[in-house]
């Protein structure tokens, strides 16, 4: 591993624990969210808190200096950064959409990042979260696989009626709680 990033242990361990799993979260979350149909006021929230969210882990996978971690410091030697996963031009979209006080805010609604990007943006993630999690070292899997089955034991989210059926539902197995219903 080479970074010159060196948190306190403590602060590692909180971040891997704590803080990267909620990420993971809420951008699953939120981005299911997004897709129904609200007033303009909580769907913009919500696309922002996705974009918002999405932002922070590609930081985070592409080692960008505005995360404080290095994803190689809980993996094998063997992993290598892909910093072509998502282009760098999403991050500047990212960037100029979600920041409204800037003279390079998006002012298009063409222009802006809409469900078919979010949905590229969110599989890119999951498909670097998976490489991620398949590289961590034997501690890291160990605690990785904790929170994999805490979040299993939580109760399932039933998406609201009209909520369309995605392929993060499908993959999370939550659209069996609606169809059994039916």
């Known amino acids: ?13 909180e971040f891997f624990t704590e803080h990267l799993p909620y990420e993971i979260t809420m951008l699953r979350a939120t981005y299911e969210l997004a897709r129904v149909q609200k007033p303009a006021a909580e769907h913009n929230a ?25 994803p190689r410091m809980f993996t094998a030697a063997s992993y290598q950064l892909n910093k072509d996963f998502v282009a760098d031009g999403v991050m500047a979209k990212i960037n100029r959409q979600t920041s409204h006080l800037t003279a390079k805010r998006i002012s298009n609604a063409a222009d802006e990042l809409g ?9 890119a993630l999951e498909e670097e979260i998976s490489r ?3 590289a961590l070292t034997r501690d890291y899997a160990a605690k990785w696989l904790l929170h994999q089955q805490a979040q299993a034991a939580r109760p ?23 169809a059994s219903k039916t």
């Not at 399932?156 to 609606?178: C, E, G, I, K």
């Open 132 to 134: 991620f999690a398949k």
């Open 156 to 178: 399932v989210p039933v998406p609201p009626a009209d909520a369309a059926s995605s392929f993060v539902l499908r993959r999370a197995n939550l659209t069996a709680a609606q």
């Open 46 to 70: 919500l696309v922002e808190a996705f974009l918002l969210h999405a932002r922070n882990l590609i930081e985070f996978f592409k080692d960008r200096p505005a995360c404080d971690f290095d």
């Open 115 to 123: 469900p078919r990007d979010w949905a590229l943006i969110l599989r």
């Open 1 to 13: 591993m080479t970074t010159n990033k060196k948190p306190a242990p403590h602060l590692k361990e």
